[in-house]
T-cell receptor, first 115, second 116 residues
Framework: EAQVTQNPRYLITVTGKKLTVTCSQN?????MSWYRQDPGLGLRQIYY???????DKGDVPEGYKVSRKEKRNFPLILESPSPNQTSLYFC??????????????FGPGTRLTVL | GQQVMQIPQYQHVQEGEDFTTYCNSS?????IQWYKQRPGGHPVFLIQ?????EVKKQKRLTFQFGEAKKNSSLHITATQTTDVGTYFC????????????????FGRGTQLTVWP
């Protein structure tokens, strides 16, 4: 089954404790992206990756890191989480983003609370 | 910077009424995507529009992309309770802008409530 998986689905942590949210897709997609969703603000792009070893900043990259060492995985790293990073996070993937026929598949989401 | 504005923020309709949500971009877009998110769920891709003036239909849903590729709309005919959710548009920067290929700019969404 084609899917995007994220782990963990829920996480409560404390300020400053490094964490990683994993994202994996099984569709051999080139494009992957991270978003955060906050009430009233919709979805905002954090980082995206057009292919392996290629990553770029989105709208709200501050406080986050990503890496794309292999095609299927795109982890999101919070080196020193702060309460303003409390949010619902979505990973997504697409075959590409540029050819007009590209469905973007979203993972189930990770609800992060930083105390 | 690039912005995608979406209105209305909320829409409450009675089952059977029509519904429309609108997106406007501050710059020309390469293409625009539409998503639906059910309460507690994740966004689900509905469609992507690429051509200027394009109109696409999916059963009761009609999607339009403006001639200037700066605005788009989603119209639902005769809403049903299964249409409940938040509808998002997302614009991809135009090729002409050179950079930021891969950036997606989401509108804030229109939350649709349908009562029987």
């Amino acid at each position: 089954e084609a899917q995007v998986t994220q782990n963990p689905r829920y996480l409560i942590t404390v300020t400053g404790k490094k964490l990683t949210v994993t994202c994996s897709q099984n569709m051999n997609h080139e494009y992957m992206s991270w978003y955060r969703q906050d009430p009233g603000l919709g979805l905002r792009q954090i980082y995206y990756s057009m292919n392996v070893e290629v990553t770029d900043k989105g709208d709200v990259p501050e406080g986050y890191k990503v890496s794309r060492k292999e095609k299927r995985n795109f982890p999101l790293i919070l080196e020193s989480p702060s309460p303003n990073q409390t949010s619902l996070y979505f990973c997504a993937s697409s075959l590409s983003l540029t050819w007009g026929t590209d469905t973007q598949y979203f993972g189930p989401g990770t609800r992060l609370t930083v105390l | 910077g690039q912005q995608v504005m979406q209105i209305p923020q909320y829409q409450h309709v009675q089952e059977g009424e029509d519904f429309t949500t609108y997106c406007n971009s501050s710059t020309t877009l390469s293409n625009i995507q539409w998503y639906k998110q059910r309460p507690g769920g994740h966004p689900v891709f509905l469609i992507q529009l690429v051509k200027s003036g394009e109109v696409k239909k999916q059963k009761r849903l009609t999607f339009q992309f403006g001639e200037a590729k700066k605005n788009s709309s989603l119209h639902i005919t005769a809403t049903q309770t299964t249409d409940v959710g938040t509808y998002f548009c997302a614009g991809v920067d135009s090729w002409d802008r050179g950079s930021t290929l891969g950036r997606l700019y989401f509108g804030r969404g229109t939350q649709l409530t349908v009562w029987p």
